[in-house]
């Protein structure tokens, strides 16, 4: 097999143009125009509404490139994209050589009759896949949610991003282009087209069958070799010959190192390397890396009902994560650092699980490659996403049939692959018995999500389960996803139904796959996309990098609830994401003490396309929201809380161990006043906790002290200690933050080495570092308690005489007195390093 690449530089044109401008791919239209300094950022202020045209016109990419003699003398020569964004017309040497109209498939196409020794130019036409889905709806009225309000109608009809046509939390600015490799293939005699490795787990032992499928084309003896080695030392290989291309091969591994999720143990990686030869000639190679896994969605009638869990090696885990969207809204620019980066901090704030939500795209293999490596387990949605599609449509199945088949083959040998799932939220109200104005037909939707998804899965990847979903009720009404009996749900009656934080705690679901809470982003992100008159909430620019319905009005509407309005607006954007975090963590905490009723809570959206205000708990530029820096505390392995009534004063302590192994140590509470910090009353008991349980410990009784000393003044410390260090630290209200008597803390701040040393004199709420720079801080936003000491790892390019100072240490005290952030640095644009 031989490889002509032909990625790199090309040349672009608007439909109508009769000049070229340079062009990179893979890219896409807009990253293309903004190179050739033809279009402005369109992340920056309103710009979006000047670039809405690209979406509404047709494109031209082409290249010259030279095929050699010998090139052309091989049997087959196929050109190979693996993703193009999307309806394209492709012609060689101005002969039109195939058409594509899906983004998520690669295509293949014989081209050796139109190439020619020496130049040869390649062309691709795309069409304006929003002019094409807004045209067909007019044929046939087919429902998307909200698009009169943040999306562009007509992207059910094509297979593409949905999210691209714009979302409640990203712009509408619809691409096209040549997102994936592009390539020439020359073949002879045969290449390997397909390889499934099949895990059978004994004891001590894992056998892997290998189904190696060749295309081939002279009638040769094909041999195959199959070879397993771990971290570079042979473990074993087995020679296979095929027989009409098709052979099977079962290796063994002893003494197996097992791969576990994050948190669970570690993440051995095994590669497993075929080649196939003729004779003594290699002709094909495919490398996969495997982990050995039992990875199971476990689905047994139990006492509430049906139980939703996920298990690993037998071993059953309580789902922590969040849900992901692509990492920008220009896919080709998210680099392998980005992924990253994202997924280390997902890892680091103890993520087991991530949903890949299916109105995004198929991340590419980096992302699984490093999921692999994180141990972060992956719900796939298949990409359908809050819309009725056109299962009617013969040639709508056929090119969805085909994304499945190769989307199924590409993923599922990863170790992190969990789940597939058919798709997001249409089960929520976008069903029904007839097709109507809102509601596709039940057969329509049975036809791909019960059938033609399901079989794919069984046929192409028999050890992963398939639901058809999210959410979705396996038993009873289906229409019922909001029942708390069996399957997951979404439960978005706190925000989108501005039902108050204590609602969570009224659910007992036994897996949230979705819940969230808007904030902003990091005030400096927002100067990327801002100028100065801009800076207030409601200013139009700040309202316009807001998607969602109900808007930033919502945010403060809680904010009120909660906290007190500061009246500096950074001080707001910073309030907004510790109410987020405080919103989170109500949720996250309640459901993980209420396992194994509960077994997952996936919270909506770890990560943006775009500077905006949405649900992430990081931003656009990968900048931590408070929210991500508390989810490393309740998300925690090992986690003290209290479950409180504000009424009655009684706090039920919770002790959850997500380790397999039980767990020894002392609690320790003591209840103090919030303006002073004089502790009132405390105590500890030693208590010896089950694995993989939450149990409750104690149950404590504050009537009294309410009476006495009032609601307002008093704070619940929660620890748990373990060999004499405290692993987990957890604080109770009785009242709602913006009650409490707080007093200046007179935080104190020691600068040490590597090292800022917080202290206060007084208790200290969401204390927070804001020091300018762009890596994560070992921690922010926590609770100091006079005599408490927390010790932050910083950056050495930061001036210590500076931090000494202590200027960039707040809590939330300071938001309710108005005072003004110390002066930010310059606008910082988006730039390579920042991301
Ligand atoms: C859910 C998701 C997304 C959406 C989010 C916030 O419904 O599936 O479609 O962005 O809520 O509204």
């Known amino acids: 097999m031989n490889i002509l690449n032909l990625d790199g530089s090309w040349e672009f044109r608007k439909g109508g143009d009769t000049s070229w401008l340079p062009a990179t791919v893979p890219g896409c239209v807009h990253t293309d125009l903004l190179i050739a300094n033809q279009i402005p950022d369109p992340y920056y202020r309103d710009n979006e509404n000047e670039v809405k045209w690209i979406g509404e016109t047709t494109w031209t990419y082409k290249k010259n490139f030279n095929v050699s003699a010998e090139f052309l003398q091989q049997s087959k020569v196929l050109l190979h994209c693996e993703s193009l964004d999307?309806?394209?017309?492709?012609s060689i040497n101005g002969q039109e050589i195939g058409k594509t109209d899906n983004q998520f498939r690669a295509w293949e196409f014989e081209v050796k009759n139109v190439l020619r020794p020496g130049e040869n130019e390649i062309q691709i036409y795309f069409d304006s896949a929003l002019k094409y889905g807004q045209a067909r709806l007019k044929e046939r009225y087919i429902h998307s949610w909200s698009t009169d309000t943040h999306k562009l109608p007509g992207g059910n009809y094509?297979?593409?991003?949905?999210?691209?046509?714009?979302?409640d939390w990203g712009p509408k600015l619809v691409t096209c282009g040549v997102l994936g490799q592009i390539q020439l293939i020359g073949l002879d005699i045969a290449r390997l087209d397909d390889v499934y490795i099949r895990q059978n787990h004994g004891k001590d032992k894992v056998e892997l069958v290998v189904d190696i499928k060749a295309e081939v084309l002279a009638k040769k003896s094909l041999k195959a070799k199959v070879s397993i080695t771990y971290e570079g030392d042979?473990?074993?290989s087995e020679d296979i010959t095929l027989s009409k291309g098709v052979g099977q091969v079962a290796v063994t591994i002893d003494n197996p190192l097992l791969w576990w999720p994050n948190g669970m143990g570690e993440q051995p990686l095994y590669k497993v390397d075929i080649q196939l030869?003729?004779?003594?000639?290699?002709?094909?190679?495919?490398?996969k890396s495997i982990g050995l896994r039992i990875l199971n969605l476990v689905r047994n009638e139990d006492q509430w009902g049906e139980s939703f869990h996920f298990e690993c090696n037998g071993v059953p885990f309580f789902a922590k994560g969040s849900n992901w969207i692509p990492a920008d809204t220009f896919i080709t620019r998210v680099s392998e650092q980005d992924y990253i980066r994202l997924l280390q901090a997902a890892r680091d704030s103890h993520h087991n699980m991530l949903r890949v939500w299916g109105g995004g795209i198929y991340e590419p293999d980096i992302f699984f490659n490093i999921c692999d490596q994180m141990g972060i387990t992956v719900w796939q949605d298949l990409m359908f996403s809050c819309a009725t599609y056109p299962t009617f449509d013969d040639e709508f199945m056929s090119t969805v049939e085909e994304e499945a088949r190769q989307q199924v083959k590409r993923i599922r040998h990863h170790a992190s692959l969990a789940l597939w799932c058919g798709n997001n939220e249409l089960e929520q109200g976008l069903v029904g018995d007839t097709?109507?104005?809102?509601?596709?037909?039940w057969d329509n939707y049975e036809k791909l999500f019960d059938k033609l998804l399901p079989e794919i899965v069984a046929e192409l990847d028999p050890q992963t389960d398939y639901w058809p979903g999210s959410p979705h009720s396996p038993l009873g009404d289906r229409l019922d996803w909001k029942n708390p009996k069996w399957g997951d749900t979404h439960i978005w009656d706190v925000w989108h139904g501005m039902a108050p934080f204590e609602f969570y705690r009224t659910c007992s679901h036994r897996f949230v796959s979705e819940f969230g809470f808007q904030s902003f982003p990091e005030p400096r992100s927002i100067q990327s996309f801002t100028i100065q008159s801009d800076h207030s909430i409601n200013s139009p620019i700040m309202e316009y990098h807001q998607r969602s319905h109900n808007g930033n009005a919502s945010i403060i509407h809680y904010m009120l609830d909660w906290f007190h309005l500061p009246t500096d607006f950074d001080h707001q954007i910073v309030l907004s994401q510790i109410l987020q975090g405080v919103a989170i963590k109500y949720a996250v905490e309640y459901w993980r003490c209420s396992m194994p009723r509960t077994m997952g809570a996936l919270y909506w959206q770890l990560n943006d396309c775009w500077p905006a205000a949405s649900w992430a708990s990081i931003d656009y530029y990968g900048r931590w929201k408070a929210l991500h820096y508390m989810a490393r505390h309740f998300f925690a392995p090992l986690q003290i809380t209290g479950i409180e009534n504000r009424d009655t004063g009684s706090v039920e302590i919770y002790i959850i161990n997500d380790f397999q192994e039980g767990s020894e140590g002392?609690?320790?509470?003591?209840?103090?006043?919030?303006?002073q910090g004089e502790v009132i009353q405390y105590g500890d008991l030693s208590v010896k906790i089950p694995g993989l349980s939450s149990s409750r410990v104690e149950r404590l009784e504050f009537k009294e002290q309410l009476q006495s000393y009032g609601k307002n003044n008093l704070l619940l410390v929660l620890q748990f200690e373990m060999n004499d260090e405290i692993v987990s630290e957890n604080y109770i209200f009785f009242c709602r933050p913006k009650q409490l008597n707080l007093q200046n803390p007179e935080i104190r701040v020691k600068v040490n080495n590597h090292q800022l040393i917080i202290s206060a004199e007084k208790p200290a709420l969401w204390v927070w570092a804001d020091l300018d720079v762009d890596v994560p801080?070992?921690?922010?936003?926590?609770?100091l308690a006079p005599g408490d000491e927390r010790v932050i790892e910083i950056p050495d390019s930061l001036d210590k005489k500076e931090l000494q100072k202590g200027k960039n240490i707040f809590s939330l005290w300071d938001t309710y007195q108005g005072h003004s952030f110390p002066s930010k640095s310059t606008i910082t644009r988006r730039s390579s390093s920042s991301r």
């Open 777 to 783: 801080l070992s921690d922010n936003f926590f609770h």
């Open 666 to 675: 002392i609690v320790r509470w003591k209840l103090m006043t919030a303006n």
């Open 234 to 236: 042979d473990i074993t």
């Open 435 to 441: 097709w109507s104005d809102i509601t596709m037909s």
């Open 86 to 90: 999307t309806l394209s017309t492709i």
């Open 277 to 287: 030869f003729d004779k003594d000639l290699l002709l094909d190679s495919f490398t």
């Open 158 to 167: 094509v297979r593409k991003s949905q999210c691209n046509f714009g979302w």
